[in-house]
Nanobody
Framework: QVQLVESGGGLVQAGGSLRLSCAFSGDSFITYAMTWFRQAPGKEREFLAAISGRSMSIDYADSVKDRFTISRDNAKNTVHLQMNSLKPEDTAVYYC??????????????????WGQGTQVTVTS
């Protein structure tokens, strides 16, 4: 079955950068759209970015589109989230997720079938 493992989280000062990675296994990676969400304590899980299997469709939440970049390496079965100019309010657990889709990206939580366990990002002021 599909398995997702996030990595790259950690502690960073405000203004810094982090690159999250999500390793995919268990099926043909290129046939899956991938996404990043985050969840801060006491808040709903929030959509950040999504990319279709062939990278023809890429979507960002308005709150991060000027600072975060999603990308995928289909040869390495990995999706990344480059996060720049981090702010304390970016502190959250970051999750990657997957659903079958070659051409379309999706932004609703219920659209995604498979989820990773999450990686903590903490941004200090």
């Amino acid at each position: 079955q599909v398995q997702l493992v996030e990595s790259g989280g950690g502690l960073v000062q405000a203004g810094g950068s982090l690159r999250l990675s999500c390793a995919f296994s268990g099926d043909s990676f290129i046939t899956y759209a991938m996404t990043w969400f985050r969840q801060a304590p006491g808040k709903e899980r929030e959509f950040l970015a999504a990319i279709s299997g062939r990278s023809m469709s890429i979507d960002y939440a308005d709150s991060v589109k000027d600072r975060f970049t999603i990308s995928r390496d289909n040869a390495k079965n990995t999706v990344h989230l480059q996060m720049n100019s981090l702010k304390p309010e970016d502190t959250a657990v970051y999750y990657c997720a997957a659903r079958s889709s070659l051409y379309w990206a999706y932004r609703r939580r219920e659209d995604y079938e498979h989820w990773g366990q999450g990686t903590q990002v903490t941004v200090t002021s």
